[in-house]
Structures are given as structure tokens and as C-alpha cells.
């Protein structure tokens, strides 16, 4: 981090990270104890400086969220009136090795200046009136890599729905065979969505809604399945009756697969679509 400037006042010696999550993590080097004078007259001083930061995921569209790693720096001395902090736009820049596994970097830095009103005194007198802060944000945008979407949890999902959609099309003469096929569907898809959901949020995520809409196919399969079983038993497996059944297995398979798969990219498209907006 480097900072150019002019006047008396110097902005490194009153400089806070405001996100920082523990300011005795944080290790700041200057490079020279005296700011260099350069030959437009300004003041010029660089800095390292290593920590932990935070930042409040928005977490609505995962796993096919973006996010975006913020570092905010403000004085901790000087109000608005006294010193302004302006980003460099086009000379801040991203190492081109910096990398997060998982995820697709953007190739550059988002900056932006802020304000930070405290809306107090602090104490002080109130002809004072209330101080404004300068601030500067610096942020990398990233995208959570979609094969991790692909194969780690649309792929084993769809071979257990494809697992219980495939009852609908055994002989109805073999009861026990369809009626366990999406029963055993629907408990692989609990447990496939507690491997994969994240930690308690208090919204529902994408994901979530796709394990819904995966419940809700198993389990009208499985009613299509009940209801074949009691009809073919009525019948005591009357080969008119099976047959009627299994016509309307066929539309009802044809049907719940438009349906399921229409649904998840709908949500896929729609969580998508907002997180390259935002």
C-alpha cells in the first residue's frame, strides 16, 4: 500500500484497517521511517502490511455465488475537513499468482472512497457538531467455480433422482421393486444434502431450494408408485389393470422429469443471473 500526498499532515501515521478482525494479528511495515519528496512536491511513502480480515458473505446463491474480499483503511485522527483519502484506480493492481482454490478471480482491483459518519461527539462540546470520516475501500471480486456445482452436487443428486424416476417404469407386477427405489432415493438425498449444505444460515440458499424441488420429485414418485400397488392389488393384478397403469406411469414420468429438471434450471439460471448482476 503506498500513499501520496501534500501537506503537513501525514496520513500513515493515523492510518487504521477498519476491517481488520484483530488489530494484534496485524503486521504493518513502512518502508523508510521519513516519507520521500518527489518532484512534483508531494510526499510519497509505501507500506506492507499482513492480517485477517472480514467481510459478511452474501451466501443467498450458493454455491453459485460471488463474492468479494474487501479491505477498508480510514484515519483514526483526522476528520474529513483535514485529510481525504482518493484510490488510485488505475495503479492499484493484483498480483497475477494470486489465486483461491475454488474459485475464479477477477483480474483486477475495485476501489472506491467512502464516508464514515459515527453520528457522535465523542464527548466533546456540542457546538463541535458531529465529524465525518475519510475512508478508502479495495476490493477483489471472485466467482465460486461452477464444477464444484457440476460434479461434487448436481451430478450425484441426478443419479438419485434418475434412481427414483426409473420406478415409474418397472413392471407393476414387482410391487416391492418400485416402491423401494424411491424410498431409497429420498434418504440418499437427505444425506447428500447434509454433506453439502453450509452451516446454519438464516435464509435459504440455492442449494436449498434444489433439494426441494429434488424432495418434491421423489416423493410424488413415490405417491404414483402407492398408488399403483393399490390399484393393481384392487384389481388382484388383472393384466388390463396393469396395463392402465403403466400408461399412466409413462406420462406421469415424462412429466415429473420436464418438471424437476425445468425447475432446478430455473433456480440454476436465477441465481446465476443475480450474482453476475451483483
Known sequence: LWMRWSGDINPVDSLEFVNAVDESDLTVKVSTTEPRLISSGEKVQDLKFQGRFYEPFNMTHYPLDSQRLNIVVESDRYPISKLVFVPDATGSGLDAQFAVPGWNVSNR?????????FGTEFGYPADSGVDSYSAALFAVSMDRSHSQMIWKILLPLFLVLVTAWL????NPAYPEIRMAMPATALLTAVFLQEVAKLPWTSTPVTLD????????SIVVTLALVIWDVQEVRRSSGSEAAILRVQKRDIYGFVVTV???LGLISLLIYSALSSSLLS
Not at 482491483?109 to 459518519?117: F, G, N, P, Y
Not at 431450494?209 to 418434491?216: M, P, S
Request: zero cysteines; aromatic letters at 8%; a positive charge.
Open 209 to 216: 431450494r434444489i433439494y426441494v424441488v429434488a424432495f418434491a
Open 167 to 170: 420406478a415409474l417404469l418397472v
Open 109 to 117: 482491483i475495485t476501489t472506491k472512497a467512502l464516508v464514515h459518519t
Open 258 to 260: 420436464i418438471v424437476s
